[in-house]
């Protein structure tokens, strides 16, 4: 959702410019890009380590997994 709405304010402006600025569509997906990256970055690692953590077993990886747990934000879970 985050990108589609980052690509819709990105793109939208250029619906009648692309035909006079033919590098507009180009630079626009550079600047997506530059906003996008380092936020799609921190999910994938958040993801990875969670993944990582489900997956281990044992009773020292499930009381880690339950501290992690413990300590991430609500808001973080949905």
């Known amino acids: 959702?985050?990108?589609?709405?980052?690509l819709v304010?990105?793109?939208e402006p250029l619906a009648d410019t692309t035909r006079t600025h033919?590098?507009?569509l180009s630079i626009a997906f550079?600047?997506?890009n530059e906003l996008r990256r380092p936020r799609s970055q921190q999910v994938a690692r958040r993801s990875?380590?969670?993944g990582t953590l489900a997956q281990s077993g044992g009773p020292v990886?499930?009381?880690l997994q339950n501290m992690?747990?413990?300590v991430i934000p609500q808001?973080?879970?949905r």
């Open 61 to 63: 990886a499930a009381r």
């Open 48 to 50: 990875r380590l969670t």
């Open 22 to 24: 033919p590098d507009a």
């Open 1 to 6: 959702m985050e990108d589609a709405a980052t």
């Open 9 to 11: 304010a990105l793109l």
């Open 75 to 77: 808001a973080g879970l």
């Open 30 to 32: 550079v600047r997506y």
């Open 68 to 70: 992690t747990i413990s």
